[in-house]
DNA sequence: GGTCTCGTGTGGAACGTTCCAAGACTAGGG
DNA sequence: CCCTAGTCTTGGAACGTTCCACACGAGACC
């Protein structure tokens, strides 16, 4: 028994695999990074050796030699009620499935909620990932402001609301056609008078998801006068402001800018007695969960979060690789999945 | 204008540090690692340079060096419905502020579906993480398997299900505990005969939800005789075995293995007229947020899924610094938020 | 006064990779 | 036959950090 027996073979490296296959250290790193170099018969040598022992490059070595650490930083955020949280996981799922196609890793990181910034230059000054996803741009883009100050690559979920000409890349979705695609599918299903329950006037998502709404409203020549209310992304908020706006009978059917709302309203309903669907439509925002399975099924407005971090990544991709990006914005449009609460027929 | 000027300072180094400060690379390092070798003096002037000039050490060449990344590894799983899925990112948000606190991330990594190694000895072998956090222990272990073959360090959310000898370190939540809290308190509530509806009997964490419905309703001296069901993990599912049992008037309330199959039996209720709470007690698992949003409102059993990513930062520390795990097995109790589904009176 | 210890600080080497400049071999042209 | 151009391969250096062995000076002890 040797004294000295690991109690598993050592990691193999570069020279390893270099010696076994009788070859310099830097004709394995050429068969790996840049294949096109070596002789025919030289590649298959030495990529049979590579499988033979299964090495894998160490991240660290590569990394610190070419300064990039294929890793993108994601800086997940505290988990608040409502908006679109619930619907996070499938964009990150999606997220880490295209990252990974490139041979990218998403880095997750915390920050005090209080301080946008937290986190993010900690990490890029470590040199610990070559990128970021920045996903909140409701309350402006400080981060992303960083980011440039410091000449690092970014790709944001959400448009530069506050300065339409900011040049970094970006994906969102067009939440006004949404809400208007939303509205346009309540009137058509014979509703005259569609209210709105949206967001404070502080939120630049939900202003956008209003305007669409207006614009549907507009085009089909009704008023929307009295019929749109501005309150907080919460249950009981939005019950109570459906309650109050079905004093008034001609209003028949409500829009809403995210499903918490939705919900709120078939609340009223419930309480009022009033079937959701046969007798008031109504539709929400974001498709979650809570759509899906509250009763009877909540008509929404779905983002395409796939896609959405498909064309980040591709983004990413281009940026990395310091390309001109030559689109550096893109807007996806939603789709309306509907459910019982706005079918007339009370069939099941 | 000087030629060579820089767009930015390039990073400062430890040889940058080392030289604004005049001591040797050594003492730098020392500083951050061993600060109890250096003088005071030293120590502070040190101290002073690295603020001043906002050195953050390289992770890829301290990786290199101490061959330990400083990540830790998650496999992101499919988003599938039902299940936990939903409550997911409460706990990742968790660890990674949990992990942050030690100075760690976490990397997200996709993995073909169907092969549930995938994607694990990849990022080993490119020793770009330390160790794993491992979610999915349903279908048995195999990744754990995998793991514990390699020597690579993990902790498992999840007991080991198939091998009760296993000593790897993990954090679970007491799932009978709950099922036996829910089916309790429809007791204390006035319900005498308390339905159960579960999922099919592969399931492990399902079978041992269901064995603490079983213990309540033994220990109350009530039979469970044809109250037991085991279905699928659907609404639909839920809403027609709900009917069909309450079929039989004297079963007036129902505990569940998930929110999803809770909201099931929500649905049937309305379907026949009958007020959650008052008329019928329901509870579900998970407390997902359409336990919370659901109309009007649902009992559920919520495991404490920050405190078990606290409880798997603290093995994971306690593994990676080789000490030995004194206590590897960590059982948690969840709880139970009362909601208006079982109140029995209709006050709201 | 020499030696031994202790508290501090130093410079060389190493981690595993890729960049760089140059070497070895082959083939073609004068 | 030599020179040159081109193809393929090579060893040395470098990335920024930490490990290691050792140097230095001060005080304690014989």
Same mark, same amino acid.
């Given at each position: 028994?040797?004294?000295?027996?690991?109690?598993?073979?050592?990691?193999?490296?570069?020279?390893?695999?270099?010696?076994?296959?009788?070859?310099?250290?830097?004709?394995?790193?050429?068969?790996?990074?840049?294949?096109?170099?070596?002789?025919?018969?030289?590649?298959?040598?030495?990529?049979?050796?590579?499988?033979?022992?299964?090495?894998?490059?160490?991240?660290?070595?590569?990394?610190?030699?070419?300064?990039?650490?294929?890793?993108?930083?994601?800086?997940?955020?505290?988990?608040?009620?409502?908006?679109?949280?619930?619907?996070?996981?499938?964009?990150?799922?999606?997220?880490?499935?295209?990252?990974?196609?490139?041979?990218?890793?998403?880095?997750? /990181?915390?920050?005090?909620?209080?301080?946008?910034?937290?986190?993010?230059?900690?990490?890029?000054?470590?040199?610990?990932?070559?990128?970021?996803?920045?996903?909140?741009?409701?309350?402006?883009?400080?981060?992303?402001?960083?980011?440039?100050?410091? $000449?690092?690559?970014?790709?944001?979920?959400?448009?530069?609301?506050?300065?339409?000409?900011?040049?970094?890349?970006?994906?969102?979705?067009?939440?006004?056609?949404?809400?208007?695609?939303?509205?346009?599918?309540?009137?058509?299903?014979?509703?005259?008078?569609?209210a709105?329950l949206?967001?404070?006037?502080?939120?630049?998502?939900?202003?956008?998801?209003?305007? $669409?709404?207006?614009?549907?409203?507009?085009?089909?020549?009704?008023?929307?006068?009295?019929?749109?209310v501005?309150?907080?992304?919460?249950v009981?908020a939005a019950r109570m402001a459906a309650h109050?706006l079905l004093?008034?009978?001609?209003v028949?059917a409500f829009a809403c800018?995210?499903d918490t709302l939705g919900i709120g309203v078939l609340h009223a309903l419930a309480e009022r007695?009033l079937?959701p $669907?046969?007798?008031v439509g109504v539709v929400g /925002?974001?498709?979650?969960?809570?759509?899906?399975?509250t009763?009877?099924?909540l008509?929404?407005?779905?983002?395409?979060?796939?896609?959405?971090?498909?064309?980040?990544?591709?983004?990413?991709?281009?940026?990395?690789?310091?390309?001109?990006?030559?689109?550096?914005?893109?807007?996806?449009?939603?789709?309306?999945?509907?459910?019982?609460s706005?079918?007339?027929?009370?069939?099941?």
């Open positions: 028994m040797s004294p000295s027996r690991r109690h598993s073979d050592p990691q193999p490296t570069l020279a390893t695999v270099a010696e076994r296959a009788g070859v310099s250290r830097q004709t394995v790193s050429n068969a790996l990074n840049n294949p096109e170099l070596l002789r025919e018969d030289t590649l298959a040598k030495v990529r049979a050796v590579i499988a033979e022992v299964g090495y894998t490059p160490n991240r660290a070595a590569r990394q610190l030699r070419t300064r990039s650490s294929h890793m993108i930083g994601l800086r997940f955020e505290e988990a608040q009620e409502g908006t679109s949280n619930a619907t996070m996981d499938r964009f990150v799922h999606t997220l880490v499935e295209a990252t990974a196609r490139t041979g990218h890793h998403i880095v997750l /990181f915390a920050g005090d909620p209080d301080d946008p910034l937290d986190g993010y230059d900690e990490l890029l000054r470590a040199t610990a990932v070559d990128a970021f996803v920045i996903t909140d741009t409701y309350a402006g883009t400080p981060a992303a402001d960083l980011l440039s100050r410091v $000449g690092a690559p970014y790709v944001t979920f959400g448009r530069p609301w506050d300065d339409p000409s900011a040049r970094h890349p970006w994906v969102d979705v067009a939440g006004a056609h949404g809400a208007r695609l939303a509205t346009e599918h309540l009137l058509e299903v014979g509703h005259a008078r569609v709105w949206g967001w404070e006037a502080a939120s630049r998502i939900g202003e956008d998801r209003r305007a $669409g709404w207006e614009a549907a409203m507009a085009a089909a020549g009704t008023s929307s006068d009295g019929l749109g501005r309150i907080t992304d919460n009981d109050e004093e008034d009978p001609t028949t800018a995210s007695g079937r $669907g046969a007798d /925002f974001d498709d979650s969960l809570g759509a899906q399975v009763w009877p099924g008509t929404s407005v779905r983002q395409p979060l796939e896609q959405v971090a498909i064309e980040i990544v591709d983004l990413l991709h281009t940026v990395l690789s310091h390309k001109t990006v030559t689109e550096p914005a893109r807007m996806l449009e939603p789709t309306l999945v509907v459910r019982r706005t079918r007339r027929d009370s069939a099941r």
